[in-house]
């Protein structure tokens, strides 16, 4: 147990330090870590923890007190929490303080056009992993681009298009 | 908005603790799908804790840095304001109900992921979370659609990690330097 968590700690600490461009980047290896690495929970399991951390209120990041939930229990939830804001957030406030100093020099521009595409690099192989594990028959392919179109080319409500999701679903139309 | 001067900063409350992590503890209870928008009303235009330039500007630092947004713009609020406490307040405050209900949807889900009615909802769901996904990828990358190095630079991305599944450590500390570099090289 100690071991488990121990490493627990471990990945989501070194999680917490590369998600440049926010909590949708580090997903795909979330994935890797804790479904073809560990095996604490297939694919399909880790898809559907993503679905419900996307249906409850807050930051996108509510995947991780629940992987942590699913593997070790509260301990889990404690752990995983700690070891994914806590090192991002001491960044944070040491960076607060070199900030002013650095905020008009050239290179912070070049260096922040630079992560851009990398981050939207990141979010897009998300996008491809997920819906991998997430989509495997005509129903639920039709779910997830209905809500993709309908989110990109309107100004729905993200919460409606999951509860909408969510409804058709339960109809169970064009599912095993 | 580079231009905006700090004398722009108006009329301040600098907020206790206590207002620290109530004021984070209803943007987590309300902040579905999303709380950057939320964020912003709150300590811009609600509460009067930071000016429109301040809010910007941490927002920009807090984009640059690892994690979260709106996880690292509580805790710069904080520090800001209060200290280290304050910084605890704040993230506390903003994780304490989403983890709460995060964990309860958790435990439901557990409970019933063999019926087969349950099974179809969280199918559904977990697709229309797969969509959101693809919609904020597509919004992210369009920017770039024009621009041939950022592309390139997406697509090595999503090869690496989509197509080859190779870990995000190695990726990142390869794909982040090259960016980097082709940047500077077209701005000079």
Same mark, same amino acid.
């Given at each position: 147990m100690t071991a488990t968590l121990v490493t627990l700690a471990l990945i989501f600490a070194e999680l917490s330090l590369l998600a440049f461009?926010?909590?949708n980047t580090i997903l795909p290896e979330m994935q890797r870590q804790v479904v073809d690495v560990h095996h604490w929970m297939s694919a399909q399991e880790f898809g559907a923890l993503f679905a419900l951390a996307q249906a409850a209120p807050g930051p996108n990041m509510m995947v991780v007190p629940l992987v942590g939930w699913h593997?070790?229990?509260f301990s889990g939830v404690l752990v995983t929490s700690l070891a994914k804001f806590g090192p991002s957030s001491l960044v944070t406030g040491f960076a607060l303080q070199l900030w002013e100093r650095f905020k008009d020099r050239p290179w912070r521009k070049t260096v922040q056009a630079g992560l851009v595409p990398v981050t939207a690099g990141l979010v897009a192989a998300s996008a491809i992993v997920i819906t991998h594990t997430s989509v495997s028959s005509w129903g639920t392919i039709l779910i997830a681009a209905g809500v993709a179109i309908a989110t990109t080319t309107t100004r729905i409500h993200p919460l409606l298009a999951l509860a909408a999701g969510a409804v058709l679903g339960l109809s169970g139309i064009g599912q095993p | 908005?580079?231009?905006?001067?700090?004398?722009?900063?108006?009329?301040?409350?600098?907020?206790?603790? $206590?207002?620290?992590?109530?004021?984070?503890?209803?943007l987590?209870?309300?902040?579905?799908?999303?709380?950057?928008?939320? *964020?912003?009303?709150?300590m811009v235009e609600k509460r009067g804790w930071l000016s429109s330039a301040e809010f910007t500007d941490l927002l920009g630092l807090c984009q640059f840095l690892p994690g979260g947004n709106i996880i690292n713009m509580s805790v710069a609020v904080g520090l800001k304001f209060r200290g280290i406490p304050g910084a605890l307040a704040s993230i506390l405050g903003l994780i304490a109900?989403?983890?709460?209900?995060?964990?309860?949807? $958790?435990?439901?889900?557990s409970q019933f992921a063999n019926d087969p009615v349950v099974r179809h909802l969280f199918g559904g769901l977990a *697709?229309?979370?797969?969509g959101l996904l693809i919609s904020t990828a597509i919004k992210i990358a369009w920017p770039l659609r024009r621009d041939v190095v950022g592309l390139l630079i997406v697509t090595l991305g999503v090869?690496?990690?989509?197509?080859?599944?190779?870990?995000?450590?190695?990726?990142?500390?390869?794909?982040a330097p090259l960016s980097i570099f082709l940047r500077s090289r077209q701005a000079s």
């Open positions: 461009g926010g909590g593997v070790a229990g | 908005m580079d231009a905006a001067p700090a004398t722009l900063t108006t009329k301040h409350e600098a907020p206790d603790v $206590g207002e620290l992590f109530t004021g984070f503890f209803i987590g209870l309300t902040g579905f799908g999303g709380v950057l928008p939320l *964020a912003r009303h709150m109900v989403p983890t709460a209900v995060v964990i309860g949807l $958790g435990v439901i889900y *697709a229309a979370a797969a090869l690496a990690i989509a197509v080859l599944r190779l870990p995000l450590l190695p990726t990142l500390l390869t794909l």
